[in-house]
């Protein structure tokens, strides 16, 4: 059966760090394996070739677009879900122990490129941001609704944006008039904000912090990985991509402590409690070649844990 990543699966989302966290899977052919962001299905599929017959894979994916790229395989388990209810569809499978998890965090090329999801500031479209188009909140929700102390709070936080209190200030100021609801509005009231040199960052921070706010990011994030070392085998992988500092912050600390918090508790004898060891000391990024090619890969960070 030929796997190979089609133009489709091109065009929806070119896989970042391909090879390095396949590798970083260290796959064993007959083991289980999760790929918590399916997306275009690149690492999936590259999954699949370093599998037999007696392997398998599940793939987690909450957008409903992401369903059209399935490659026709009998070993590939499809889960239109969100990764934080990971346990609750491997009990429903039956499955109880893994070999390795791979996610790739953050947004597809794909979902960036279609103007009415409304993920991009660099079209004009509704405020939306939903990776689960069928989930309630979106982000003209967040804009419109929220009070000054949320919309404080989310920008700092999640954005890191450093004028964070003339942000929503401007913001509340334009609501007052009329809903903001498309990108070109939001930019309409933030447009003496944005420094010209700097638009691009400074807009990009605005929907990042907007974007995880809408889909409870760091909270799936969190869920998720607490899960992770219930269900991993020992010497059992998990490989992680991250793409700016409030999700690496919390896989990072994860994996050296075995919580979110980065708190490294130990025993009566004084050692440490965690249930991972670093495989790669230094945090893993794209080569120069990679990033020419692809820009969504120049902020990637990859981290290896492995199971004691």
Known sequence: MDHRMNQSN???HRPVLLNESIDGLNIQPKGVYIDLTFGGGGHALRILENLDKKGRLIAFDQDPDAGKNIPNDKRLIFVQSNFRYLRNFLRYHE???????????GISSYQIDQPERGFSFRSDAPLDMRMNPASGKNAVHVINDYSEKDLNR???????????SRVVKAIIKAREQKPVRSSSQLAEALKEL?????????FARIYQAVRIEVNDEMGALKDMLLQTSQIMSKGGRLVIITYHSIEDRLVKNFMKTGNTEGELKKDFFGNPETPWKLVNRNVIVPSEKECLENKRARSAKLRVAERI
């Open 10 to 12: 091109m065009a929806y």
């Open 95 to 105: 499955i109880s122990i893994v070999n390795g998890i791979l996610a790739d965090l």
């Open 154 to 164: 989310i920008f700092r936080q999640y954005g890191e944006v450093k004028n964070a």
């Open 194 to 202: 944005a420094p010209g040199d700097k638009r691009s960052k400074f």
